[in-house]
C-alpha cells in the first residue's frame, strides 16, 4: 500500500511540474524576461532556476532559427538577430520590457 501512495505521488508531482512551469508570454507580462537588444530573451530582475531554464529554451531554439534563416539567406547569423530583435520589439504588449541600444530596460 505504502508503495503504491508513493508512486501515485510521486506520479502527481510529475504531472503538476510541467503545469507549473511558466511560460514566455507569462514571464514577459510579468516583467521578469525581456526582449535583449540582441535578438534573445534575459532576465530583467532577479533571477530564478525556472526563468534561467525558460531563457536557454526560449534563446536556443531562436539561435537554431536565427541560423536556419542566415543560412537559406547567405548571411551572418548577427544580422539575423539584429532584425529580429527589431521586430520582437515591435510585437511587445504595453508594459513589456526590452533593451535599448545602450543595453538599458526600458518598458513599452
Given at each position: 500500500?505504502?508503495?503504491?501512495?508513493?508512486?501515485?505521488?510521486?506520479?502527481?508531482?510529475?504531472?503538476?511540474?510541467?503545469?507549473?512551469?511558466?511560460?514566455?508570454k507569462e514571464?514577459?507580462?510579468?516583467?521578469?524576461?525581456?526582449?535583449?537588444?540582441?535578438?534573445?530573451?534575459?532576465?530583467?530582475?532577479?533571477?530564478?532556476?525556472?526563468?534561467?531554464?525558460?531563457?536557454?529554451?526560449?534563446?536556443?531554439?531562436?539561435?537554431?532559427?536565427?541560423?536556419?534563416?542566415?543560412?537559406?539567406?547567405?548571411?551572418?547569423?548577427?544580422?539575423?538577430?539584429?532584425?529580429?530583435?527589431?521586430?520582437?520589439?515591435?510585437?511587445?504588449?504595453?508594459?513589456?520590457?526590452?533593451?535599448?541600444?545602450?543595453?538599458?530596460?526600458?518598458?513599452?
Amino acid at each position: 500500500m505504502k508503495k503504491l501512495l508513493n508512486g501515485l505521488l510521486a506520479l502527481t508531482l510529475l504531472i503538476a511540474l510541467p503545469a507549473s512551469a511558466i511560460t514566455l508570454k507569462e514571464a514577459q507580462s510579468q516583467g521578469l524576461v525581456g526582449e535583449a537588444n540582441s535578438g534573445y530573451i534575459a532576465v530583467v530582475q532577479e533571477s530564478s532556476p525556472e526563468l534561467e531554464k525558460l531563457v536557454a529554451e526560449v534563446n536556443s531554439k531562436r539561435k537554431q532559427e536565427y541560423a536556419a534563416i542566415a543560412q537559406r539567406n547567405n548571411i551572418d547569423i548577427a544580422q539575423v538577430a539584429a532584425r529580429a530583435a527589431e521586430k520582437l520589439e515591435a510585437r511587445l504588449s504595453k508594459g513589456e520590457y526590452y533593451q535599448d541600444n545602450l543595453g538599458r530596460w526600458q518598458q513599452k
